[in-house]
Each structure stands twice: as structure tokens, then as C-alpha cells.
């Protein structure tokens, strides 16, 4: 794209942005405001996340744009098509061959490396904001660790449906210290989170603010000793297509015959297993 | 034989406004106002100093306005005082402050929320106050709990229905918002939460008004039993003084922000000493 910096955003904002990056970096799970820049995409469409891949991207990178766990959905598409025209980088579908993946809403089913880093679209950044309307509260609550309120949250949802029902954007207490928002990804997800090798960073374009996790960090999710932390549970059923019983499953209602199917929601990496199981077949 | 006060309160002042050099002086029952001529401000609480001694019941009466509910809020942290100084003696503090004698007005929040939450126990004045009407009864109490690290449901629940047995409270209604409760069941869930932890300091705010007669009796030897039980310093407001002379042995009586009368309960009924204790018993025999 002609007469544009590399990376669309002018080197000053891209230096702001990773200040901002290694504020979040140093303080893990501290939500870190920064001043959003206009880009041509509305926000509340991933501009966070972008706004951070195009600050940390060099010629060298390799993107993956992925929108739940899918490679080729529109909106996956048109980021990586816009990425991709202002840096000419390398795009791929392998999570394995990314040295930065932006993500909404998952996190790839492979183990992600020390040189690689997944930033996450985050839609709502305040994990506390399910209970407190107010910034001047919630920012008070965070400044003096004072959660009791998230807990009563939890208490009063075990109490109301016999377990905590929060499915994506479950809270999780990161580095023993501050409790955070890890962006609507599964249950499933949550584990990843902890000790990773992985740079985690978030971005919220829409609520200006950016966090992170270091690798090595530890992440927990919230949980009563009594009433744990589960994943999401698929009842022992399989991908239709490659068969994993050990990926995090997308439930289809097939139309035609109105019958539940599942399918990987991570489909680079179910194609890469159907195409090892191929190869492994035509031998 | 010197008995160590529970709690120690030296010349606290609250003043509401931007305040001034003269607000103090220019106020209380002398001035028969509160607030102050030069600046406009309001004298909640003007050099009020007293002693609380442990297991005792201490009663402060005072018409509306005089201050009263200011100072419990003081106590509790809710408000931040203008000026002076507040001592609590006992083992319990030390954990969380150190040993050394420190104004606890000068305590980072997260200091005063570990004394909020293990030393004093409230029941506010207007139950809004106390309770999140949204929330679970039991869920105001859990809350508590949590803070004080609970982190097992079972457990938890466990506590909150012995709460509800000792005041008295329906436990197979524990999971219902506290806004569906009659005046009096709300002041006993407050009641229940301010027990939650095993407060040392007990300050209750007007917590028989509103209610009927027998509702009140009920309350009244609740508390009288609450007080045995865990050998609980005590501090309860009321306008009424027939609350005073049951639960109390000694009195403070306000009047615009200042402490008019100290003094045993019973002298202080029998022979009043200031002309507004004398209206105010006189008025209420
Ligand atoms: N937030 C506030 N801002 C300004 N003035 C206040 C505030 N809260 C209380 N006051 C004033 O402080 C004075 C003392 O109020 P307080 O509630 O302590 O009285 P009280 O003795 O508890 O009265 P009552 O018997 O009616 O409950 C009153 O004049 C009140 O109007
Ligand atoms: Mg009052
Ligand atoms: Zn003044």
C-alpha cells in the first residue's frame, strides 16, 4: 500500500504502543490505558489486537489471523488482507510456522513457543465490570487487591445454578495478583494461560486499554475448593472430520438432518491432522 | 485497679465543607448550631474524645443531627475524620499494624479494611446502608467471609446458617434478596453479618427504630445474649432512651456535634446533669 509507513501506524505511535506493551509486560495483568488510534477498520472489530501486531511486526514475521480458532472466516480475512497490505509479510495458517498470531476468541489447540506471541481482540477488558458500573471503583478494587466482591459474584452464581456458569471470559487471577479478563476464550483455553512459554498480549481498541502475560507467568482461574474450575466437557464425542476427541469442539446442528455434529474449532490444525491421516492412508 | 480502655478516641472532628479555623469554635451547643458562621461548613463531630472498656455496653443519645451516626462511620473507616486520633488495645491488631501504638486514622486502606473486616462488626442505621439489596441474604454474609479468605462453599454456607439460627433468622431463606425481608429481618441479617467474623467491637446504629414493639423486645435480648455470648465491646446509638437503660452501662449524650454528659447509665437517668439531658429525659419519661 503506497504512502503509508511500514505498518500503517507512524513509528511515534508504534514506540507508544510498546511502552505501552512493556508497561503491561512489567506489570502482568494490569490493564494499561493507551491512546487508540484510528484505523480503517470500526473499531470494536479487532482494532486493539491490530494496533499491537502492527506495532511489534519487522518484515520477518510470519502472521496468523485467526477468528475463533478459524483461518479463513471474513473476519480473519480481512485483517490478515489488511496486515498483510501495509507490511507485506508472510501470512500462514500453521500455527506452528506464526511468530506472531492474533487471535479472537481462542487459542490455537498447538503449543505455542518462547518466540512466538499471540495477541488476543478483546472486546470487554474489565473482568470486574459484570458487578461495578464504575471505572473510579473498579480501578480501586485492582489498585487494593480488594475482590471480594468478584468472589461473591461466584458465590451468588453457585448459589442460583448449583456452578459456576461463566463460560468464556472466565476470570483468572494472574501472577497472584491481579484479577483479569482473558478475553472470551473457552474454559478450555484457560489452562494455556498458565506457565506458558508464550507472550500473551490483549488489546482492547474500542476501551483503549492493553495487558499482558509474560511467559512463565502463573494464571488461575477462580475457584472454590468445593465448586472447581472445569473445562467445557464434550460427553466423549469426536471432530467429524479428523476425528480428535481431545480439541476443543464446535457443536452444528447439521439442516438437513437436524442431528448435532462437532467439529474442531481450531481448523488449521484439524486440516493438518486430516492431511497426516491421508498421506498416512495412500501409503 | 486501672482497667486498659478496648478503645481509645482523642478530639476527633469531622467537618463537612471546605472548613476553617474557626469552625470548631464557632460551633456546638453553645452556639446551638453546627455550622460554623465564618465559612459555612458543617461541624459533624467536634473534639469528641471517649473511652470504650472491654465487654462494657456503651449507649450515645442525641437528637437528630447531633452527630452520632457520623461517629460510627468514623469508627468503621467509612469517612475519613478531619482531625484525631483512634486507639484499639488488643493482640488482634497487632497482627495486622505492628506492635506499635499507631492512630489508626493514619492506616493505609488496606490496613483499615483487615480491621473493618476481623475487629469491628456494624449495623447501620438504615439497613441500604449495610446490606446489597441485590445480593443474597446469606451472600451479604459470604461476603464478609470472603474477605476474610473463606474460599469453600460448604463451609461458608455452614457459617451462614448458624448466623441465621443465632439471630433468629429463617435459614431456608438465606438465598432470597435481603429487599424481600421485613425491617426487622434486614436488621438481623446486618446483625448476622456484622457477627460474621468474630468482631471484638460491636457499633450498632439505631437498630430498633422502625420496628414494633414486640419486634424491638426480641432484637434487645438478642443483643443482650450476643454480648455474654462473645464478650463483645459494644458502642449502640439510639434515640430511645428505654434501649439505653437496658443494654447500657454507660452514656454519652451529643448535641450539635459535641459530647454533652458522660456518665453511668443510671445516674445519668436518674440525675441528669446538662439542661438538654434534662429535656431529653424529662421528654421521654
Ligand atoms: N455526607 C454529608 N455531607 C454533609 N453533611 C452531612 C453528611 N452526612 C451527615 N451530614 C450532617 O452531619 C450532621 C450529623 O449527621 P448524623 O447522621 O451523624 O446525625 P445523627 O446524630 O445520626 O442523626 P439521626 O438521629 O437523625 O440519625 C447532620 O447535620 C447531617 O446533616
Ligand atoms: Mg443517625
Ligand atoms: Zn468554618
Redesign the pocket.
Known amino acids: 500500500m503506497k504512502g503509508y509507513n511500514f505498518g500503517f501506524l507512524d513509528e511515534a505511535s508504534k514506540r507508544e504502543i510498546r511502552r505501552k506493551i512493556l508497561k503491561a509486560i512489567a506489570v502482568p495483568g494490569y490493564q494499561v490505558p493507551f491512546s487508540s488510534r484510528e484505523l480503517p477498520i470500526a473499531r470494536g472489530w479487532g482494532t486493539g489486537g491490530i494496533q499491537i501486531t502492527l506495532s511489534l511486526i519487522g518484515p520477518n514475521d510470519v502472521l496468523k489471523v485467526i477468528d475463533q480458532g478459524c483461518d479463513e472466516s471474513v473476519n480473519a480475512v480481512n485483517i490478515k488482507k489488511f496486515i498483510n497490505a501495509v507490511t507485506n509479510v508472510k501470512i500462514t495458517t500453521d500455527t506452528t510456522k506464526a511468530s506472531i498470531i492474533q487471535t479472537r476468541h481462542r487459542i490455537p489447540e498447538e503449543k505455542m513457543n518462547e518466540n512466538q506471541i499471540l495477541v488476543l481482540q478483546v472486546p470487554y477488558p474489565e473482568a470486574l465490570r459484570v458487578f461495578e458500573p464504575s471505572e473510579f471503583e473498579t480501578r480501586r478494587m485492582h489498585a487494593e487487591a480488594d475482590y471480594s466482591r468478584m468472589w461473591l459474584y461466584l458465590y451468588e452464581d453457585i448459589v442460583t445454578y448449583r456452578e459456576i456458569s461463566i463460560g468464556a471470559r472466565y476470570p483468572v487471577m494472574v501472577n497472584k495478583r491481579y484479577i483479569m479478563d482473558p478475553s472470551p476464550i473457552p474454559r478450555w483455553d484457560i489452562k494455556k494461560l498458565n506457565m506458558a512459554e508464550t507472550l500473551y498480549i490483549f488489546g482492547a481498541g474500542r476501551e483503549k486499554r492493553i495487558y499482558a502475560i509474560p511467559p512463565y507467568t502463573s494464571v488461575e482461574p477462580l475457584e472454590f475448593e468445593d465448586f472447581q474450575f472445569r473445562v467445557e466437557n464434550f460427553m466423549g464425542e469426536k471432530c467429524i472430520l479428523c476425528g480428535s476427541d481431545d480439541t476443543f469442539l464446535d457443536e452444528i446442528i447439521d439442516d438437513s438432518k437436524g442431528k448435532r455434529i462437532y467439529m474442531c474449532s481450531d481448523t488449521s490444525y484439524c486440516n493438518k491432522l486430516l492431511i497426516s491421516k491421508k498421506v498416512l492412508y495412500k501409503r | 485497679m486501672h482497667i486498659q480502655p478496648i478503645v481509645e478516641l482523642k478530639n476527633l472532628t469531622k ?1 463537612y ?1 471546605k ?5 470548631v469554635e ?1 460551633t456546638g451547643p453553645e452556639h446551638e448550631t453546627n455550622i ?6 458543617l ?1 459533624a463531630c467536634g473534639n469528641v474524645s471517649f473511652e470504650l472498656y472491654p465487654g462494657e455496653t456503651l449507649g450515645i443519645v442525641g437528637e437528630s443531627g447531633s452527630g452520632k451516626s457520623s461517629l460510627l462511620k468514623l469508627l468503621n473507616f467509612d469517612i475519613e475524620p478531619t482531625l484525631g486520633e483512634f486507639y484499639i488495645n488488643h493482640e488482634k491488631i497487632n497482627t495486622f499494624v505492628g506492635n506499635e501504638k499507631v492512630n489508626l486514622f493514619n492506616l493505609n486502606s488496606f490496613q483499615k479494611r483487615l480491621i473493618k473486616n476481623h475487629i469491628i462488626g456494624i449495623v447501620y442505621q438504615y439497613p441500604y446502608l449495610g446490606l446489597r439489596m441485590k445480593i443474597s441474604a446469606g451472600g451479604n454474609i459470604a461476603e464478609n467471609l470472603i474477605m476474610a479468605e473463606w474460599r469453600n462453599i460448604e463451609k461458608i454456607r455452614k457459617k451462614i446458617s448458624e448466623l441465621f439460627e443465632k439471630t433468629e433468622l429463617p435459614i431456608d431463606r438465606m438465598d432470597e434478596q435481603p429487599e424481600k425481608f421485613s425491617g426487622g429481618m434486614q436488621q438481623r441479617v446486618q446483625i448476622a453479618k456484622a457477627l460474621s467474623n468474630n468482631p471484638i467491637i460491636l457499633l450498632l446504629d439505631e437498630i430498633t427504630n422502625g420496628l414494633d414493639v414486640s419486634v424491638q423486645a426480641r432484637i434487645l435480648d438478642l443483643i443482650r445474649n450476643l454480648h455474654w455470648q462473645h464478650n463483645l465491646s459494644i458502642i449502640i446509638v439510639s434515640h430511645d432512651l428505654s434501649v439505653i437503660r437496658v443494654l447500657t452501662q454507660r452514656t454519652i449524650v451529643m448535641k450539635y456535634g459535641r459530647i454533652v454528659e458522660v456518665g453511668l447509665t443510671d445516674q445519668i437517668l436518674e440525675d441528669p446533669q446538662h439542661p438538654y439531658t434534662q429535656l431529653l429525659v424529662n421528654s421521654q419519661l
Open positions: 467537618i465543607g472548613g476553617c479555623n474557626l469552625c464557632n460554623c458562621v465564618n465559612c459555612n461548613s461541624v
